[in-house]
Each structure stands twice: as structure tokens, then as C-alpha cells.
């Protein structure tokens, strides 16, 4: 008896078709998509479903809502999941999903594009072939599957528009690769103690995330918590090294924390964590801050969003964005 693959459409490059101007569109029929991946009805029976269909620079929390709902509802009915999602925002749904779907035993799959699945040439075919493959295998995981790699889904970033390995995870090695079939490192794949799904997929949107840059003035992160902003991330030098001279903005932090709003410091270096070893990180933890470690930029912002739908709490906050939920820290 063949197993069963619940296939998640919400758009993207790899359900877009060329329209009469030249543009890229999405397509009118998930369906199209098995059919354009020779072979890949051999391997499961596939269930569709529709999500959405945008360009994923249009994703937002309430589809990741929506994708997780669907996921439940479909949960004991099938063996793995496969979405269908474009490449931009991909990286941060990943992450997204992997909190709002924690102690899963089936993978999630997320795979996408280059190429529409309608060009020549186009990656479309091999990425949600393999994509099943991997949904088959005991990977209980969200993970993104694309091009050659099998990577845990808030360790995952884009890093290019055109190659067709088109992401990378910059801390932590990939769960595998996609050779002549998909090969899994067993000891890297995310065990849970519990096998019950913990199922909590709202996000809070009042968050704000800032790109250090010499000159930034904190009057406009002030505004920002003025208006009733919940959390700030500030995505910081080095080993999460934030100004204290003369453009200093430990005054912001002091501020938010005064107003229970959470500011947490990433790093700007994609292989960095913020280890806060140096005085101009360390007057910042002093003032309040809460170190990423070595998150993702995308596994910070939606972690920090997942926590606020859940708690107000600072201490607790502080607390849950400190500790390891589902893979997305190694080191503090």
C-alpha cells in the first residue's frame, strides 16, 4: 500500500507559468505540478490542498496559520507533508512552522524554484521530487529541500536568486544531500522526548527589526515602541556589539524594557553568534538586551513573534528566546 503525501500549494516560482506580457504568474491548478514531475506518482498517493496563491513576497503570519491549520487537519491522515512555496520568504515560514508545529514525527517538507516548473530546464521537477522523497523518510522535521540539500527548516537561508543551490545553513551542517536518492545523517535530525503534536500557530505582527549601520539614530526605534511596538530585534555587529558612544542606543534598550518590550540583538555575521564578550555587548545585556546566539536572522524575527502570541511576560520571554525549542541554537 503506497503511502500517503499531503501536497500544500501557496505559490511561487514553482507554480508559475509565463504569462502573454512575459511575467510570471501563478498557476490556476496545483495539480499541473504532478504532473509536470514525471515519476513522482509512483512514489506516494498525493492529497492537494490549496493554501494560497501568491508570490511569497506576499507571506504573512496568517497563512503560516493557515499552512500549520492544515497540517493539523490532515495530521493522522497522512505519512508527510510537502509545500509548495516560493523562494523568498521560504526560509522564514520554515522557521515559522517550526515553532508553531513542535514535537512533530512526520517531516514537513518546504521546496520551491528557480525555474517555473513550465520553463526548460527548470529545477521545478527535481526539487518537489526530491521533496517527496525526503517527506517519505523518518526525518520528523520542518526542513527545506532544494537543489542538493536537506537542511532543518530555522537553520535555512536564501542566499542566491539564480543558483540552484539556492540556500544554505550557515551554523549548523545540513541533514543530509540529494545524490542519486536522499541521504540523511541520522545523529543531525531533531528527536523529540514527545510524540504528542504541540500545536500552537499564532503569531504576534507588532514586531520591528533593525539594521545596525554607523549613524543610525535610535529616536526612530523610540518611535517605533512610542506606537506600541510589542518586540525589537536589532541585528548587531559581530558578536552582538551594539554603539554606547556617542550614538549610543542603550538608551533604547533601557526605554523598552521600561515599556515590557523585548529587545533582542542578532548578528550581522550569518556565521556569528552573539556571544556579548566585548564592553559594547556586554553594556547592552547589562541594559536589557536579549542575545540571539547564533539564530537566523528569519529564526529570531518569527521565534520572537511566536513567543509575544503566547505570553507578554518579559522574564518569560527572555526565558523561552534563550532556550533551544526545536533546533534553532547550538551554541550560548
Known amino acids: ?29 496545483a495539480a499541473q505540478l504532478i504532473s509536470l514531475a514525471p515519476g513522482i506518482e509512483k512514489l506516494a498517493e498525493f492529497d492537494f490542498k ?18 500549520a491549520q492544515t497540517i493539523r487537519e490532515n495530521y ?34 518546504i521546496t520551491g524554484a528557480q525555474k517555473s516548473i513550465f520553463d526548460i530546464a527548470s529545477d521545478a521537477p527535481n ?23 536537506i537542511l532543518r527548516g530555522n537553520r535555512t537561508q536564501k542566499i542566491s536568486e539564480k543558483k540552484l543551490n539556492a540556500f544554505w545553513s550557515p551554523v549548523v551542517l545540513p541533514l543530509g544531500c540529494v545524490a542519486l536518492e536522499p541521504e540523511i545523517v541520522v545523529d543531525r535530525v531533531w528527536r523529540w522526548r514527545s510524540k504528542e503534536l504541540e500545536f500552537k500557530p499564532d503569531f504576534d505582527r507588532e514586531v520591528v527589526f533593525y539594521q545596525l549601520f554607523p549613524g543610525l539614530d ?3 526605534i523610540e518611535a517605533a515602541i512610542d506606537r506600541g511596538c510589542k518586540g525589537v530585534i536589532l541585528n548587531a555587529y559581530g558578536a552582538g556589539n551594539v554603539p554606547n558612544g556617542e550614538a549610543s542606543l542603550l538608551p533604547v534598550i533601557k526605554k523598552a524594557v521600561e515599556h515590557n518590550v523585548p529587545v533582542i540583538v542578532s548578528t550581522q555575521c550569518v556565521e556569528g553568534s ?26 529570531a524575527a518569527t521565534k520572537l513573534m511566536w513567543i509575544l502570541a503566547q505570553t507578554n511576560d518579559l522574564a518569560c520571554i527572555k526565558e523561552m528566546m534563550r532556550t533551544n525549542l526545536c533546533g534553532e541554537i547550538t551554541t550560548m
Open 218 to 220: 535610535g529616536k526612530y
Open 1 to 29: 500500500m503506497k503511502k500517503k503525501i499531503c501536497l500544500i500549494y501557496c505559490g511561487g516560482t514553482i507554480g508559475m507559468v509565463r504569462k502573454s506580457d512575459g511575467l510570471l504568474a501563478p498557476a490556476d491548478d
Open 127 to 149: 526539487n518537489l521530487i526530491n521533496a517527496a522523497k525526503v517527506a517519505l523518510l523518518d526525518v520528523p522535521e520542518v526542513c527545506v529541500v532544494f537543489g542538493s540539500k
Open 50 to 67: 490549496f493554501v494560497a496563491d501568491i508570490d511569497s513576497t506576499n507571506m504573512h503570519p496568517g497563512i503560516w496559520k493557515t499552512l
Open 274 to 299: 552573539t556571544r556579548m564578550i566585548y564592553e559594547v555587548g556586554h553594556c547592552a545585556l547589562a541594559a536589557g538586551a536579549i542575545p540571539a546566539f547564533d539564530m537566523t536572522s528569519e529564526a
Open 76 to 109: 493522522d491522515n497522512c505519512d508527510g507533508f510537502v509545500i509548495a512555496h516560493g523562494t523568498d520568504t521560504m526560509a522564514y515560514t520554515a522557521s515559522a512552522l517550526s515553532f508553531a508545529l513542535r514535537n512533530l514525527n512526520k517531516p514537513v517538507i
